[in-house]
């Protein structure tokens, strides 16, 4: 099975690349719509601010073929505003829409903390989790981030807690998302990768 | 349960080989960028600095591609500077695997540099590096690989440098800088107060006495050392052992 990237220009798109190697994952990048339909498994990392990968899926014509294979069932994995994209919208671009394949918005952090939320950080498991299958309890995952997805809270799989609680990992059917950067956080972030593609098989 | 305080070696290097001196003088090969980032990858830290301090445009090539390399090896984030001066360098250095970019003196004497990295890339990924040294009852920011002054004071070049988007502040104290006295409580405690975003604590680590130091005294987020690592005086897994003893929250096991 074959990793489709989705590559609309993001700064982490290399790094996930090497994760994926070394774990010895095949995959290839693509920005056209035809190779997201044709995906056996999608994966949208995304790094930097919200607007542009929201604009970047209207633009290269990759929304609709998206929620496409999502619906059909293809295995989904979302990173950082690759999760922030599934939601209705985010504070961080209000004018622009999300994926809206989950219910609930995208906000800001409390100012409260030092922003942005950057570093190694645990999160707490609300349910059983696939993509954290076999990671122990106290792992720690690499965020780097401003806003984060706080009021669906009671829908995630497992939440952080830095100024308020957000959501760290949604699991939904096909759809697997983190707010961390798995393809940065070690030999944890190695299995979350692993977990997915093992799901996606 | 809160973040973790990051350990974070630097690689300052000629664009090729790690490189040791005070204040640029005296450069020794300290060893190879590649094989110490596998290393330290291994040990337990948190982030990497990769730093370009000849930053000289011919041989940015081969920083380049010093990058690439070190990247490769890299299952945590890295960041990557020295002779920052446009976009398009900036482009280069992520291009080639950093996640985070540093700018220092190009910054200074262009302030716009840092909203135009931090427009393209986010601010997570851009890194004001200062390097301060005490002028009387304030910090000065010095330029030029700590040499020049920049006559700015370095508070108000921080809250500055923020408001343009920098996501992070690495905040050298040239006055601490290869003495290997602890890092600059005063200092570091004046510029996390005074700034919204985490701040990465440099100069002057020796003992793991000043970590503890400059992360309960200092407020510092991250701290960063070069040759205590690369000499091996000091194990990464080592250091955040004896901080999870006093009470700091760090990332382990290693």
Redesign the interface.
């Known amino acids: 099975m074959k990793v489709t990237i989705i590559d609309y220009g993001a700064g982490n798109v290399p790094s996930v690349e090497r994760a994926l190697q070394r774990i010895g994952a095949e995959s290839q990048r693509t920005a056209s719509p035809e190779c997201v339909s044709k995906a056996e498994a999608l994966l949208l990392p995304g790094v930097g601010h919200y607007s542009a990968l929201a604009r970047a899926l209207d633009e290269q014509k990759m929304r609709v073929p998206l929620i496409e294979a999502i619906h059909r069932g293809v295995p989904f994995l979302g990173i950082c505003l690759g999760l922030q994209v599934l939601y209705e919208r985010s504070e961080e671009a209000p004018q622009l829409r999300g994926l809206r394949l989950l219910p609930g918005s995208v906000s800001a952090l409390p100012s409260n903390v030092k922003l942005p939320h950057m570093g190694w950080n645990r999160v707490v498991k609300r349910r059983d989790s696939r993509l954290l299958a076999g990671i122990g309890v106290n792992a720690y995952f690499y965020f780097a981030h401003s806003f984060a997805a706080l009021d669906s809270n009671s829908a995630a799989t497992a939440t952080c807690l830095y100024g308020k609680e957000f959501v760290a990992v949604i699991e939904q059917q096909n759809i697997f998302a983190v707010q961390f950067h798995p393809e940065k956080s070690g030999d944890p972030g190695a299995r979350v990768l692993q977990n997915f593609l093992r799901l996606a098989a | 349960?809160?973040?973790?305080h990051?350990i974070i070696p630097c690689l300052d290097t000629d664009g090729e080989r790690v490189v040791k001196g005070v204040n640029f003088v005296g450069l020794r090969d300290a060893g190879d960028p590649v094989a110490l980032a596998a290393r330290y990858?291994a040990e337990g830290a948190?982030e990497l600095v990769v730093l370009d301090i000849a930053a000289s445009r011919d041989r940015r090539p081969t920083f380049l591609e010093t990058i690439w390399q070190v990247?490769?090896e890299?299952?945590?984030?890295l960041t990557a500077g020295g002779g920052i001066r446009t976009l398009e360098d900036g482009r280069a250095v992520?291009?080639a695997?950093a996640?985070k970019v540093t700018v220092n003196t190009a910054a200074v004497e262009r302030p716009a540099l840092i909203s135009e990295l931090s427009?393209?890339?986010?601010?997570?990924?851009v890194v004001l590096a200062i390097d301060a040294r005490r002028t009387g009852e304030h910090w000065d920011v010095m330029v030029r690989g700590g040499r020049e002054s920049a006559s700015l004071d370095a508070i108000f070049w921080a809250r500055q440098g923020v408001t343009m988007g920098a996501?992070?502040i690495l905040l050298t104290s040239v006055d601490r800088d290869g003495t290997q006295s602890g890092f600059d409580v005063a200092l570091t405690s004046a510029i996390s107060a005074a700034v919204?975003?985490?701040v990465i604590a440099s100069g002057g680590a020796k003992l793991p006495q000043h970590f503890e130091e400059i992360f309960r005294d200092g407020a510092a987020?991250?701290a960063l050392a070069a040759s205590i690592f690369h000499d091996e005086s000091q194990s990464i897994c080592k250091l955040k052992e004896f901080l999870a003893a006093s009470g700091i929250e760090v990332?382990l096991p290693c």
């Open positions: 349960m809160s973040l973790a990051r990858n948190d990247a490769a890299l299952a945590i984030p992520v291009r695997g996640d427009k393209e890339f986010g601010a997570q990924a996501g992070e919204s975003v985490p987020d991250a990332r």
